[in-house]
């Protein structure tokens, strides 16, 4: 793996990693939700 490559697949990791519990429960008006968020805050 090239180191491009391989800082790519680190930044993959790192936004399908879950959201903190507040910000799924309160998330701030006017934002809107990526597209992960469902993923990210299903187990809340």
């Known amino acids: 793996l090239?180191?491009?490559a391989d800082?790519?697949?680190h930044k993959k990791?790192?936004?399908i990693k879950p959201m903190p519990q507040k910000w799924c429960n309160l998330w701030?008006?006017?934002i809107p939700f990526p597209?992960?968020?469902f993923?990210?805050?299903r187990g809340y």
């Open 2 to 4: 090239t180191i491009a």
């Open 7 to 9: 800082s790519q697949d």
């Open 13 to 15: 990791e790192e936004t």
């Open 39 to 41: 993923k990210m805050c």
């Open 28 to 30: 701030p008006a006017g």
């Open 35 to 37: 597209e992960d968020w």
